[in-house]
């Protein structure tokens, strides 16, 4: 068993004057999370695991999602926002059949 989820900003995102807003929101402001990572994607032993950990990746961003997939023992991939930094792996979690 185990689950595969990503989260994203950049699909359901808009414009609202110069700033970039999503669907993703920052508990602390009530506004669209403003971090470092444009999507994560997570591999849990349960799939509504795998989806609560990729959504707050990105709403946490980088340092705080790869924190959290180690304490957890989970494997993810990260898409960063800064194009000469593309993407980063953290690979944790062994699944077994």
Partial sequence: QGGVATS??????????????????????????????????????????AEVIAKVAVISGSRTGRQLLEELGMTGLFVHRDPTRPYETIETLVLTA
């Fill in 8 to 49: 994203s900003s950049v699909r359901r995102s808009w414009r609202r004057g110069d700033r970039r807003l999503h669907h993703l929101l920052d508990h602390t402001t009530g506004m669209s999370a403003d971090t470092d990572l444009a999507a994560a994607t997570v591999v849990a032993p349960e799939l509504w695991w």
